[in-house]
């Protein structure tokens, strides 16, 4: 919809108005012809009327109708069955009480507590521990010794060698004779020298030494 300031010839003067306005054209130019150009210049001189129609205004539209009332939903309640009559008081039954005996005294034989077992005697300190053997030179510890004797059959087999033997020392004598390395066959011309040693120790302390003896056979 135009708004009523808007220029529109068409909307405001229709087809009447084009022919009246074709026909003042015609009638200007007539005049023009005709030597009344004044009267008619005088003529469009003069301010033209124009009448503005106002718009139209439509009457708001009605409310909408108000909404109908909501359904009332009718619950069908099942009728509550009565109660199951309550049973008839019955008295119980009369209870006769047991007959009552005189309590049973029965004797008592009162018993000595034992005395416990007497305590185990506590167990014997354990032994020191041996003092540990001390390393030295077996010459140092064995001052006098006895040279072993070639034995015969290493003599026949021509078997020469170098026996290595652990030599343990106790109060002045050989107490054990431990064979590291060499050949079998001088171990026990090398035990039975080594045990006729003269040492010197002092008191209980173990002495451990090492001795090697070289046979040769020319």
């Known amino acids: 919809m135009s708004r009523a300031n808007d220029f529109d010839p068409k909307s405001r003067f229709g087809p009447i108005g084009i022919g009246v306005m074709i026909l003042f054209h015609l009638l200007v130019g007539y005049a023009l012809v005709s030597g009344l150009a004044r009267k008619a210049v005088e003529m ?19 409310p909408p109708p108000p909404p109908p009332p909501p359904k009332k939903i009718v619950k069908l309640e ?11 008081y019955v008295p119980p039954p009369a209870v006769t009480p047991p007959a009552t005996t005189a309590p049973t005294i029965t004797a008592v034989q009162s018993t000595e507590p034992v005395a416990p077992p007497p305590a185990a005697p506590p167990a014997p300190p354990a032994p020191p521990a041996p003092p540990k053997a001390t390393s030295t030179d077996i ?3 064995c001052p006098k010794q006895v040279k072993p004797e070639m034995p015969r059959k290493a003599l026949d087999e021509g078997i020469g060698g170098v026996v290595k033997a652990e030599v343990r020392i106790k109060g002045g004598h050989v107490t054990e004779v431990r064979f590291l390395s060499g050949p079998r066959v001088y171990q026990s011309a090398v ?8 040492c010197i120790t002092t008191g209980d302390v173990e ?3 090492t001795q090697e003896f070289v046979f040769r056979i020319e």
């Open 139 to 141: 010459a140092v510890a």
């Open 44 to 62: 469009i001189k003069k301010p033209m009327d124009a009448t503005i129609i106002a718009e139209i205004k439509l009457p708001p539209p009605p």
């Open 191 to 198: 035990r039975s020298a080594v045990m006729r040693y003269e």
């Open 78 to 88: 099942t009728p509550k069955a009565p109660p199951p009559p309550r049973p008839a």
């Open 207 to 209: 002495v451990l030494a």
